[in-house]
């Protein structure tokens, strides 16, 4: 029980007054950060580190100020995926698959509240298992070396086949478009470029904000003009809003499922959130006997990344604060934060200096419950962007995006490579090409590469080596499974034609 | 304090809303992500400036990666080449990537290199449980059968911390030092990471990456690479140089200016770093970060990246990363 | 254009185009010197082979196409495509308020064509995104022209 005091020590650090206001306002700002296409957690909280120091906030405060920012992100992408089919950051992308068909079909506000009760699951599910087992979590860490990594990542990929696509070889294209455009830059394990003929912009690789920006909110301006506004959710009539408690009923044991897939994937340093959200995106289909409803509105297809990627959030801070290895871009950020406020996370974080520990844990819990509780009511207020005419909503997300993205780099190389990923979305749609594969590949592409060659390195140019672990092998059995499976059933289930807008 | 945070609340609320325009004109860019070296130099240099008052402003960190501190350094020797408000964070990094012409033919005295203020010792570090008990151990083995040792360092191959190795190994008399193997990976806790996981035999980075693991006793660390012991809880931990291995590599905390700013303005901002050097606010960030003293500011520290430079310079022609 | 398998063949046979320069242009990537059995080169030669197996996957079993729209559409989003592109050229330099304004006020006649609202929309988009960029989220923006500015 020495647990739950040393949490309550932390809450009586944490909540204060002041703490408490800093909470709610970086909970509101994370929010707004989190849905403005372009802008996610990490550069929000990034941005926000000034203002942390401006305002001479000591140490607790300002990871209040950080977490709530943070987590206001993770809960903030999910809206503009839902309304306008536009990921607010990385890990909202999978959200986007059933919440925009959901908003399409008049229950925007459902699906928001349900996304906001899946990651408000998802969070607080994942902060309790950062409470009770974070030491022990470390060392599963420990346990992952390059040919365990890249059987994860290729875990991934092989589920790619079933989304969002009726044929197969799209998503494998789209995924070698993502991949392909990752393999850009410097090359990391030899530090010489790649692929980047000789522009200096390209050296460090193709962010891909850019990519998520230009394919779904410049796509989006496309498809609107050429479709006169009739395949948007723009106008749509919302029904009265209620508080979806059925759907909510329905798909708790998906949250759950999804909140500890998502975990684990936070707990590995690596992608983080977006693997989290993915995997269990890709779990809960996997298991569903009814898979058809994935991809056109289904419930569960809502709740699932929402609750993954906010236990993932959870789960990067494990490895952030135990090993100091951050297990994402926004935990890299707070990483950083907590070294200038001389807090140098490692395996003894703990025993050394628990009023940070259990001060950002209860910093968690309170953010996490002031984000459900304003979150909520606000659905109301969201589902109104909806009803802004498109003549200024467009041009509004579309100039927001350029912004977002403008400030962040400077650079109007990026600005223009985003339009070429606009007209490239624009053309795919229309080919029927998933475009959420794209930006996994380019997320993980990297990664993977890295593992891969690391490996190899390693085990002196053995490919056995890649088998050489139980872990590794098991998730070479599962990634094996995911991919070939759908291919033989694919034939006996007749996929069901696209519902009529 | 509390009455201070209400009050600064209230001040960021305003300025958040917009009624007061903040008035950030002094800028560090730090040519990297946030969470990196250069990152930490930035953030905790401005705020320190800030805190001990030899600036008015907070000074705003900007975030610029690209190129390895290329596309940063390119900005400041071609854009803001006289701009008196901006400092960037450096590193023996910095002078690495020039040394191997690595910023797309840009060279060392295209800005000019304010100082220096913390030094993160060098190091080879094992996992506890590794048969190796001393530095030369390691390398005795390394050369023996090359291939039965991975190392694994935060940056890429060719890098500073592949570089520090590669030292080592051919003062033992290691010939072929393309055969040792080699991976870079996401930073030290990472490598780290995988040393302790048994995935590779050997970490190579700076103190300050394993701190944390030294004090769990995840790490033993075989050697520091400085000219005397680290004093304090460190002091126990051999040098190379004691062991018969001549090597001095560190990753020193720097910034530069741009070239053009006058001789006035230059020593503005080495009195200002000089200040922070002096401050206790950076002795105490030193001591949490592992970073050992390392005060070298003003013209004289030009020198010394020249003559790193060279030393980078021939080490790298010698293993092939350049012609 | 009517909707039919073409389109598919079409895009399976580009796929195996951009593949195989692709993986022709990998063959340039500069090889380390250090032991590394993979390199820099095979994970591009993969990803090529892979994508242009499922080209060619995608040309003998091509599904049925989308309708494509005509070409009056087609000018409009080139149109559309043009404007942001002069935008993203001029956003450096002629500061924020003014291009947006442009940018905003055009998009917005392109989605409803009347002039008075769209004219509006760029006004009021330019001023409130400023206002909402640079002072709530501290964003280094320009209003204006540095020029104009002392």
């Not at chain 2, 995840?218 to 040098?239: H, M, W």
Request: aromatic share 10%.
């Amino acid at each position: 029980m020495e647990t739950f005091a040393l949490l309550g020590q932390g809450f009586s650090v944490a909540l204060t007054p002041e703490n408490l206001m800093l909470a709610v306002f970086g909970c509101i700002l994370g929010t707004i950060i989190g849905a403005l296409p372009g802008l996610g957690p990490s550069n929000g909280v990034a941005i926000l580190i000034p203002l942390a120091f401006s305002l001479g906030l000591d140490a607790t405060a300002a990871l209040v100020l950080m977490t709530s920012v943070y987590y206001g992100a993770m809960y903030g992408g999910r809206i503009s995926s839902i309304l306008l089919n536009i990921p607010g950051d990385e890990p909202a992308l999978m959200t986007t698959l059933d919440g925009y068909p959901m908003a399409k079909a008049g229950r925007a506000a459902d699906a928001l509240v349900l996304s906001g009760v899946a990651s408000f699951v998802g969070a607080l599910l994942a902060t309790f298992g950062l409470i009770l087992m974070a030491p022990l979590l470390s060392r599963i860490a420990y346990l992952f070396g390059p040919a365990e990594y890249f059987a994860l990542y290729l875990l991934a990929f092989s589920t790619l086949g079933g989304l969002a696509s009726k044929n197969q070889a799209k998503a494998i294209i789209a995924a070698c478009i993502g991949l392909a455009i990752a393999m850009i830059g410097l090359d990391n394990s030899s530090g010489m470029e790649r692929l980047t003929f000789g522009t200096l912009e390209l050296i460090d690789g193709v962010d891909f904000l850019v990519a998520i920006v230009g394919l779904f909110a410049v796509t989006e301006v496309f498809v609107f003009i050429e479709s006169s506004g009739k395949q948007t959710a723009i106008g749509v009539k919302i029904d009265k809003i209620t508080i979806p408690v059925r759907d909510i009923i329905r798909t708790f044991g998906t949250m759950l499922r999804s909140t500890v897939v998502g975990f684990i994937a936070g707990v590995l340093p690596g992608a983080g959130a977006s693997l989290g959200s993915f995997l269990a995106y890709s779990a809960e289909k996997a298991i569903s006997k009814d898979k058809s409803r994935f991809g056109k509105g289904d419930v569960r297809g809502v709740a699932a990344p929402e609750a993954g990627n906010n236990a993932a959030a959870g789960g990067a801070l494990v490895p952030m604060l135990t090993l100091g290895v951050p297990g994402s871009g926004t935990t890299a950020v707070l990483l950083a934060l907590l070294m200038t406020l001389n807090i140098t996370p490692g395996p003894l974080l703990f025993e050394e200096r628990p009023e940070v520990v259990w001060g950002l844990i209860a910093a968690l819990l309170i953010s996490n419950v002031v984000l459900l509780i304003l979150n909520v009511p606000m659905v109301k207020i969201f589902v109104k962007i909806l009803m802004v005419p498109p003549w200024v909503l467009l041009p509004g997300v579309t100039m927001v995006s350029f912004v977002g993205i403008y400030s962040l780099s400077g650079s109007w190389f990026d600005l223009l490579l985003m339009i070429a990923f606009g007209v490239m979305g624009f053309f795919l749609r229309k080919l029927g090409v998933p475009t959420v594969p794209i930006i996994l590949g380019i997320l993980l592409g990297n990664y993977m590469e890295d593992a891969l060659r690391r490996a190899m390195v390693i085990s002196g140019g053995e490919w056995q080596y890649l088998f050489s672990s139980p872990i590794a092998t098991g998730l070479w059995i599962a990634a094996f499974a995911g991919f070939v499976a759908p291919l033989f059933l694919r034939r006996y289930i007749k996929t069901p034609d696209k519902v009529p807008d | 304090m509390k009455h201070l945070n209400l009050k600064s609340m209230a001040l960021g609320a305003v300025l958040s809303l917009g009624v007061v325009t903040p008035s950030l004109a002094q800028e560090c860019i730090a040519p990297a992500n946030p969470g990196g070296g250069w990152d930490f130099t930035c953030r905790s240099i401005s705020k320190i400036m800030y805190d001990i008052g030899v600036v008015d402003n907070p000074v705003q960190v900007t975030n610029m990666a690209g190129g390895g501190g290329g596309l940063a350094y390119s900005l400041v020797v071609n854009e803001r080449n006289d701009d008196p408000n901006l400092i960037v964070a450096a590193s023996s990094a910095t002078a690495t990537r020039l040394a191997q012409n690595a910023y797309a033919g840009m060279t060392y005295d295209q800005v000019r290199f304010l100082g220096a203020i913390g030094v993160d010792a060098g190091i080879i570090a094992v996992a506890a449980d590794s048969p190796y008990q001393t530095l030369n151990d390691l390398l005795d083995a390394v050369i023996a059968d090359p291939s039965s040792i991975t190392f694994a360092g935060g940056s890429a191959a060719g890098g500073f911390d592949h570089l520090k190795v590669l030292m080592a190994l051919k003062r033992v008399g290691l010939e072929d030092i393309r055969t040792v193997k080699y991976i870079g990976v996401d930073g030290g806790g990472d490598a780290v990471t995988q040393a302790i996981g048994g995935f590779v035999q050997a970490v190579t980075g700076d103190i300050s990456e394993v701190v944390g693991f030294i004090k769990s006793g995840d790490v033993r660390v075989l050697a520091v690479f400085t000219e005397e012991r680290l004093p304090g809880e460190f002091n126990n931990i051999p040098t190379a140089r004691e062991q018969g291995i001549d090597v001095i590599a560190g990753n020193w905390r720097g910034l530069y200016v741009p070239k053009d700013i006058s001789d006035a303005d230059y020593q503005r901002w080495s009195d200002a770093l000089q200040a922070v050097a002096d401050s206790d606010e950076w002795a105490a960030s030193m001591e949490a970060n592992g970073l050992t003293e390392f005060n070298f500011v003003g013209d004289e520290f030009q020198t010394y990246v020249a003559d790193l430079m060279e030393e980078i310079a021939t080490l790298s022609r010698e293993i092939g990363v350049i012609q | 254009m009517a909707g039919s398998k073409t389109s598919d063949r079409v895009f399976g046979a580009l796929t195996i185009v951009v593949a195989l320069a692709y993986i022709a242009s990998a063959t340039q990537i500069k090889t380390a010197f250090f032991s590394d059995p993979l390199g820099p080169r095979w994970f591009p030669y993969i990803i090529g082979a892979v994508a242009a197996l499922a080209g060619f996957s995608l040309v003998i079993r091509p599904d049925e196409g989308e309708k494509w729209p005509g070409l009056f559409i087609f000018i409009k989003i080139a149109f559309a495509c043009a404007i942001l592109v002069v935008y993203a050229l001029t956003l450096r330099r002629m500061g924020f308020l003014i291009p947006t304004a442009f940018a905003a006020g055009l998009l917005s006649y392109q989605i409803e064509p009347r002039k008075l609202q769209a004219f509006l929309t760029g006004i009021g988009l330019s001023g409130g995104l400023f206002v909402i960029f640079k002072y709530a989220l501290g964003l280094g923006l320009f209003a204006l022209p540095k020029g104009w500015i002392g």
